[in-house]
């Protein structure tokens, strides 16, 4: 199975696709959220490395 590039989304436009989103609020179609934000848990592991 051949993996599908990233691309920028507008955020609008990422509501009704499968997203991911950097240093943000998810939305109801969010499968991965990377922020440093304390009320948005990070994936175990990566939560050191999102504050800058």
Known sequence: ????PLRYEPYDAS????NVVVDGSPNASTVLTLSHWPQLRAPDGLADDLST
């Not at 199975?1 to 599908?4: H, I, L």
């Not at 509501?15 to 499968?18: D, E, K, L, N, Y």
Request: proline residues 12%.
């Open 15 to 18: 509501i009704g696709v499968p």
């Open 1 to 4: 199975m051949a993996s599908s």
